[in-house]
């Protein structure tokens, strides 16, 4: 794989990364197995690397811009260290001349002509060296800058406010789209940035501190305008968040000032480092402690509205999983009715009394997510009717939930009651299933359940005005009976009503061992009904692999039912659908 086909796969800032990483030694314990590479890389934390040799796009990662966009720079450096050791190898082993040694020897001429000019420089003497690049610098602005920052470091005159200006050069206020336009916006950023963010440590701590900030808010700016949806940023974020361990640990604040500053940024933009993570060790307990404890005694200053808005979910979230981590239950429940809003909210907080076994709060939830959603009116006309069938989508998982917070409480009977009115309502396989199992704690029989709610299903089909509800029924009759085992009732079901093809099919499978005339029938039926759906090589291939699992099935009980009637089947089709070229096509595998 050569530079261009890297380029494509990762982008020309990543592929510059890699190269970056990959001169500076960031590779480390590559292996090779299979055509499988495996390595590590040390970026801000180190990270693991998979690169399949013969689909490289196929590569994984452990960085977070690996998840976002695919191949990585960390990828790119994995399979640079890897050509360079296969070069090394290649050469010790002076190959025999082939195809593939004509590219190898063209790199080898690259490698003997950079080592020529090299000792040619070192011919030189410094003065002249020096002049020719200053000369060359003159010609790229952006190289003159980053020489210049260099050249700063390196004589201890850094110069803050030079550092701020390279920064807003290197992130202009433009309107981007295209990949290509903001993938060359953010490579021509970060090759700009790097001496700036390798110069920060040398300043005082307060002062770098502004310059990360700046860099954080004109990035945030940047992107109101520019669509990075392909996530160019990346790399540029992750050398910033890389600054701000070291950083915070410098600051000469007292551990207060420093946890007041966090509970600030809590505030900001979301694409801000993660806090306290990116900030606070974790072997820091006693910063972390007071960090969370300052945190607590902020969000208790908050109006309701103001725990309850957008701007303070972070301070939530974060107080949240820490009392989830303590398992400090009544914290997390105390939490989520300060933070609740909406009826949702209100349930979903009732589910989780409900999940931890405080029920008092969970009725209490519960109540709350009744008034907030609205109660349906009675359907006065047809615009009306569409708003109240709205209302009842709205309040039906409020009275899933009462089933589910009834029965926890035990008022079992009161419980079994008002599932058997929303099954009655909106009648499923799962809702039965739990019908079963609560009308058996009120002392119905398993036989008892099941009569009552086929004869209710039966009634309900015979209300319905459309034929594909009644057929939802039906069938939702016919899975409860293959659910029990009554395929007698099934098979009675579908040869007098029309059910869904996968239930139809699943029947067929059941009965045919038993009844293959029956079963037999069933499939015939099914392929009938498919073929007759439409002209689509889809339907196609469906009604064939109907006839291969009913031609299986006859073959698999021989003398039951003759493979002539199979044939007469295929005839059939063959026959009905003589103009469907395709389809005649694909019959030929039963010739």
């Known amino acids: 794989m050569d530079a261009k086909q890297l380029i494509d796969l990762a982008g020309k800032a990543a592929f510059d990364r890699g190269m970056h990483y990959y001169l500076d030694g960031a590779v480390v314990a590559l292996t090779e197995h299979y055509g499988l590479l495996k390595a590590k890389v040390e970026g801000s934390y180190l990270y693991e690397v998979k690169v399949p040799l013969d689909s490289p796009a196929d590569s994984e990662c452990t960085c977070p811009a690996w998840e976002d966009s695919g191949f990585c720079k960390h990828c790119v450096a994995v399979i640079l260290q890897f050509q360079a050791e296969q070069r090394e190898e290649d050469e010790a082993a002076e190959p025999e001349p082939s195809p593939r040694a004509t590219s190898k020897s063209k790199q080898s001429q690259r490698l003997r002509d950079e080592a020529q000019v090299l000792a040619f420089l070192h011919s030189k003497g410094k003065e002249e060296l020096a002049q020719t690049l200053l000369s060359m610098l003159r010609n790229d602005p952006n190289e003159f800058q980053r020489w210049l920052l260099k050249s700063q470091a390196a004589s201890g005159a850094v110069d803050s406010k030079a550092l701020r200006k390279t920064i807003t050069q290197a992130l202009p206020y433009r309107s981007l789209y295209s990949y290509n336009e903001v ?7 970060e090759q700009l940035l790097q001496p700036v963010w390798d110069m920060i440590p040398l300043l005082p701590a307060e002062q770098a501190l502004k310059l990360v900030e700046y860099g954080y808010e004109r990035l945030h700016r940047a992107l109101e305008r520019v669509d990075d949806s392909g996530g160019y940023r990346f790399g540029l974020e992750e050398s910033m968040e890389s600054l701000w361990l070291p950083l915070f640990k410098r600051l000469p604040w007292s551990d207060d000032v420093k946890v007041d500053y966090l509970i600030k940024q809590l505030g900001s933009a979301d694409d801000y480092p993660d806090i306290p993570a990116a900030f606070i060790e974790d072997e820091d307990t006693g910063l972390l402690a007071l960090f969370y404890h300052q945190l607590d005694l902020h969000w208790q200053g908050l109006s309701t509205q103001q725990k309850q808005s957008s701007e303070s979910w972070r301070i939530y979230q974060l107080l949240f999983e820490r009392s989830e ?143 594909y509800q009644t057929t939802a029924i039906h069938t939702l009759l016919a899975e409860i009976y293959l659910h029990h085992g009554l395929h007698a009732q099934a098979l009675q079901l579908a040869q007098a009503h029309k059910l869904a093809q996968g239930v139809q099919q699943q029947l067929a499978t059941v009965v045919f061992p038993v009844q293959p005339e029956a079963g037999l029938m069933l499939y015939t039926k099914l392929i009938l009904e498919s073929a007759g759906r439409g002209a689509d090589s889809s339907v196609y291939r469906e009604v064939v692999a109907l006839l291969e699992q009913l031609q299986q099935m006859i073959r698999a009980h021989p003398g039951k039912i003759s493979l002539s009637r199979f044939t007469e089947l295929v005839e059939l089709l063959r026959s009905e659908y003589k103009r469907r070229s395709t389809f005649i096509s694909m019959l030929k595998v039963f010739a």
Request: glycine fraction near 4%; aromatic fraction near 8%.
């Open 183 to 189: 993938a060359r916006y953010f490579a021509h950023a």
């Open 325 to 467: 981590q303590q398992q400090d239950w009544p914290r997390c429940i105390l939490l989520q009715q300060e933070h609740a809003e909406s009826g949702s909210d209100w349930l979903n907080l009732c589910e989780f009394c409900i999940d931890k076994q405080f029920l008092a709060e969970a009725r209490q939830c519960w109540q709350q997510a009744s008034d907030l959603i609205p109660v349906p009116q009675n359907r006065k006309s047809r615009a009306h009717t569409y708003d109240v069938i709205q209302a009842e989508q709205r309040r039906l998982p409020l009275r899933e939930l009462e089933v589910r917070l009834l029965t926890a409480e035990g008022a079992l009977p009161e419980a079994a009651d008002k599932l058997w009115g929303l099954f009655q309502e909106r009648p499923a396989m799962a809702m039965y299933v739990q019908l079963q199992t609560l009308s058996q704690q009120v002392g119905l029989t398993e036989q008892e359940c099941l009569q009552k709610v086929s004869d209710g299903l039966i009634q309900l089909a015979k209300q319905q005005q459309w034929d």
